[in-house]
Structures are given as structure tokens and as C-alpha cells.
């Protein structure tokens, strides 16, 4: 089993920067690819950034590619997230995930474990 606890979200005017953070702790883990998603009002939650276990691969959902940036400290099991020109479309409470599928993995499906998400509101 594997907890996962995110931190860093609040209240910020477009322009801004953020940098989310996901604690993991239990269970081994090593080999999990790890991913952010975002759930804004009355939508699904859906695909932001993910990162291999090694941190040599990453992805991005087009909207977000060159202004975020997924990173991992494999040392302190932890996953981040940095957020830069944030857009008011970008409010959603975001939540880290992780996969033992062993590669990197953009649906919701592929990931097995969740954290309870952490909220992210950009003024305009």
C-alpha cells in the first residue's frame, strides 16, 4: 500500500507560479511511474504531466507543455509539480497519482494509488 500526500496549492493571480508537492510513504516504491491530474468543476478528472521512475521520461497534456514541469527526488520519495504562467483555466484541484505498471501511463486507469488532491485557483 502506498499513501500519497499532496501540499502547495492556494490562491494565486494569473502570471503566477506554484509548485505542488506529493509525499509518498508505505509500501515499497520503487518502479512506480508517477502522475499529476486535475478535476475542475463539473468536469473529469483528467491528465496533466507524468514522470518514469528513473525521471528520464516525462509527458504533458498539450495545454500545460512549456509552462509545467514534473520532477521526482527519488531519495525523499517525493513528486512535484511546477506550475509557472498560471491561467485562470488552470483552477482544479489537482491530484498526484502513482502506477506499478511499470512505464509511464496518461489514464486515470493505469494508476492505483491517489492522494486526496490539493486545490488550485488562479484569479484573473
Known amino acids: 500500500q502506498v499513501q500519497l500526500v499532496e501540499s502547495g496549492g492556494g490562491l494565486v493571480q494569473a502570471g503566477d507560479s506554484l509548485r505542488l508537492s506529493c509525499a509518498a510513504s508505505?509500501?515499497?516504491?520503487?518502479?512506480?511511474?508517477m502522475g499529476w491530474f486535475r478535476q475542475a468543476p463539473g468536469k473529469e478528472r483528467a491528465f496533466v504531466a507524468a514522470?518514469?521512475?528513473?525521471?528520464?521520461?516525462?509527458r504533458y497534456v498539450d495545454s500545460v507543455k512549456g509552462r509545467f514541469t514534473i520532477s521526482r527526488d527519488k531519495g525523499k520519495n517525493t513528486v512535484y509539480l511546477r506550475m509557472n504562467s498560471l491561467k485562470p483555466e488552470d483552477t482544479a484541484v489537482y491530484y498526484c497519482a502513482a502506477s506499478n505498471r511499470g512505464r509511464l501511463a496518461t489514464v486515470r486507469e493505469e494508476y492505483d494509488y491517489w492522494g486526496q488532491g490539493t486545490q488550485v485557483t488562479v484569479s484573473s
Open positions: 514522470i518514469t521512475w528513473s525521471g528520464g521520461f516525462t
Open positions: 508505505g509500501d515499497t516504491f520503487s518502479g512506480y511511474a
